[in-house]
């Protein structure tokens, strides 16, 4: 059975950019960065630390595309956080066409 990166890299994405699992993947990445038992052991000179940084990197990488995409479109409503089939309120505001 095949385990592609893309894969791993999808879901991580999607998973961080998630409002109800935001923090949760991002305190997770944290602690697998510090915690001394992962993949490769710490205790392996080049090796332990490799899988350690390329996690940090996708962390903070995606934190400051969402931060971007955040500052640039700051009233964007993002609709891919809703679970399908479900109704999206929003806030309207009605517009007056009766400025004469």
């Not at 038992?37 to 332990?48: E, R, V």
């Not at 931060?67 to 679970?83: G, R």
């Amino acid at each position: 059975m095949k385990f592609p990166l893309q894969f791993i890299y999808d879901w991580y994405r999607n998973a961080i950019r998630h409002p109800q699992y935001r923090w949760w993947v991002i305190f997770g990445t944290l602690v697998y960065f510090v915690s001394p038992l992962d993949i490769s052991p710490d205790i392996f000179p080049l090796a332990g630390q490799i899988d350690d940084f390329v996690l940090l990197t996708l962390l903070i990488s995606e934190s400051f595309q969402m931060i971007i995409e955040k500052v640039q479109n700051p009233d964007q409503v993002v609709v891919e956080d809703a679970p399908e089939g479900e109704t999206i309120e929003v806030n309207a505001v009605s517009v007056d066409d009766n400025s004469n």
